[in-house]
């Protein structure tokens, strides 16, 4: 659960803090491995833990109770996360059933001292072993085998309370006591060990008779041992309210489906408790070790009269009001009272808080939240959801108009368009391959030897290439009556010649051309035909002229 994970990132800091390494152990590892629902949190650590208590309340853990004998801290995370930090010792029992002497040691020691192999476990929290198993007695194994074994031959004899651990492990998880274990077991009840169990550890497995999903049959399995007068003498399953601890298990579970998460713990030793005496109960509860346990417990009719008058308040008028309310208040509240008998406002407020609003928050998200590009990675998603359910809740979201008028704020804007596609047909290559040819002329810029680029060639063999690079015509000569007569005699002559052959003349001219008209014919093409047109205009006029 995100809940647990916190709370074990919380310990850890604190721990790390004051350079304690420290572990997960106990159960917690048991169930881990298993593969069961993590109950608790148990850690130990290599140092005083009772040093750690201001810091665990700076972090908003509730200290519930500590033991300065064992240096044992337990507490009430966020979330209500139960845990227990404890130090790391080792114990040796005098006599059996009186309180061991402990003494500070390794997480070696502290795995020694423990019940039955599956609960002696330890998986290192600390930075540079991060992970790491550690299991001497091979409780691995165990887990696989569903079995429970003992860590030493005088286990029940020393702490008896392990006889009722074995019996509501065993009855949890289904597990069978192993071959020896089942015999120390055995002899242990025919010795009547049970009678050497001190207060404190009784105290402490009426506790978890709480914490069990199903206690009333785990009290079955202790009154068939005959554990169940010894745990409480006056109580018999006749006496437990049954009913109410269904409907409570029900009541949890539509809770949990909308995201709370209460502690059930005293409304089910309530439920378990609440036909005896009142001395009855107040001697159990002295026995009981957590004391943060008792006083939740003993406050429990009070607190909740004081949340059914809140929930009746003139300001809680609208659905969305009420919600934002029980949803703030103390789970175990709200699971209280609504078990038991309460006005028949505040009873119908919390079954539409259970059943009938949590049926419009499936509306959600909105069919147009995707159109108008709303999505999961909007940075106010989750908000936008919130204030939407609770807009449902009070009707005034009814339609898609009205939908849309309230998603327009968070439109994201328009996404830019796409940058338009680059030129690629052949009138492209064409335009490129004049504008180079052109601006190479004009430089001067020697023609590249070598076979030329396709681009390129194309351009140069196109009769609209042509012109762009061929040489100007000849202007014929001024009329001034001065030409000498070999000049005559010459033009005569040429006249005749380029009559005949007038695409030779334009090719082979007879006078040698100027540099500039000479780079000129190099850039044109060789076969040019517009250029032989000029030529036949010059011997028109110099007919004329004759």
Same mark, same amino acid.
């Given at each position: 659960m995100p809940d647990q994970q916190r709370a074990v990132a919380q310990v850890t800091d604190v721990a790390r803090s004051h350079q304690m390494n420290i572990y997960l152990t106990g159960g917690a590892v048991r169930d881990i491995i298993s593969g069961f629902i993590i109950r608790d949190l148990d850690f130990s650590v290599q140092g005083n833990a009772l040093k750690l208590q201001k810091d665990f309340e700076k972090a908003g853990a509730k200290v519930e109770a500590t033991d300065d004998t064992t240096r044992t801290i337990m507490l009430l995370l966020p979330?209500? &996360?139960? #845990?227990?930090?404890?130090?790391t010792r080792s114990e040796q029992y005098e006599k059996p059933g009186k309180p061991p002497q402990t003494i500070p040691g390794t997480i070696y020691d502290d795995m020694r001292r423990r019940d039955f192999t599956v609960? #002696?476990?330890?998986?290192? *929290?600390?930075?540079?072993?991060?992970? *790491? *198993?550690? /299991?001497?007695?091979?409780g691995v194994a165990d887990i696989e085998a569903k079995v429970l074994r003992v860590l030493h031959n005088y286990a029940f004899y020393e702490e008896p309370s392990r006889l009722i651990r074995a019996t509501r492990l065993a009855n949890r998880f289904h597990w069978a006591l192993e071959e020896r274990t089942q015999a120390r077991y055995d002899a242990a009840k025919e010795n009547n060990y049970i009678e050497n !169990?001190? /207060?404190?550890?009784?105290?402490?497995? !009426?506790? @978890?008779? $709480?914490?069990?999903?199903d206690p009333v049959n785990v009290l079955k399995a202790l009154e068939k041992e005959g554990w169940l007068k010894v745990v409480a003498p006056h109580l018999s399953l006749a006496k437990v309210d049954t009913a109410g601890l269904a409907q409570l298990a029900k009541i949890k579970q539509q809770m949990q489906e909308i995201g709370m998460?209460?502690?059930?713990?005293? !409304? &089910?030793?309530?439920m378990l408790m609440r036909k005896l005496g009142e001395k009855e109960i107040s001697s159990i509860q002295k026995q009981i070790p957590n004391k943060g346990f008792v006083e939740r417990w003993r406050n429990l009719e009070d607190d909740t009269k004081e949340f059914a008058k809140q929930l009746m308040a003139r300001d809680l008028v609208t659905p969305s009001q009420n919600w934002k309310f029980l949803m703030q208040s103390r789970p175990e509240m709200v699971l209280y009272a609504a078990i038991t008998s309460r006005p028949a406002a505040v009873e119908q407020k919390l079954k539409n808080f259970l059943?009938?609003?949590? @049926?419009?928050r499936q509306k959600l998200p909105f069919p147009e939240m995707a159109e108008m590009r709303?999505? $999961?990675e909007h940075p106010e998603y989750r908000k936008i959801l919130d204030e939407s359910f609770l807009l449902l809740l009070d009707g005034k979201l009814r339609n898609h108009n009205e939908i849309v008028k309230y *998603?327009?704020?968070?439109?994201p804007p328009e996404p830019p368009p796409p940058p338009a596609p680059v030129?690629?047909?052949? $009138? #492209?290559?064409k335009e490129a391959a004049a504008a180079a040819g052109a601006a190479g002329a004009a430089a001067g810029q020697p023609k590249k030897r070598g076979r030329k680029p396709k681009a390129l060639a194309v351009a140069a063999g196109s009769p609209a290439a042509a012109p762009a690079v061929a040489p100007a015509p000849v202007a014929p000569p001024a009329k001034t009556g001065k030409e000498t007569a070999p000049k005559k005699e010459a033009a005569k002559g040429k006249e005749v010649e380029t009559k005949g052959k007038a695409p030779a003349a334009a090719k082979q001219p007879s006078a040698k051309p100027a540099p500039a008209k000479q780079a000129a014919k190099k850039a044109a093409p060789k076969k040019a035909k517009p250029a032989a047109k000029p030529a036949k205009k010059k011997v028109a006029a110099v007919k004329k002229k004759k």
């Open positions: 979330g209500n &996360v139960r #845990a227990e930090v404890t130090s609960n #002696a476990m330890a998986l290192s *929290l600390n930075p540079g072993s991060r992970g *790491l *198993l550690t /299991d001497p007695f091979n !169990i001190a /207060d404190r550890p009784l105290g402490h497995e !009426i506790e @978890q008779l $709480a914490h069990e999903d998460n209460p502690d059930a713990s005293p !409304i &089910v030793m309530h059943t009938k609003w949590p @049926q419009v709303i999505t $999961a *998603l327009e704020p968070y439109k030129r690629r047909g052949r $009138a #492209a290559k």
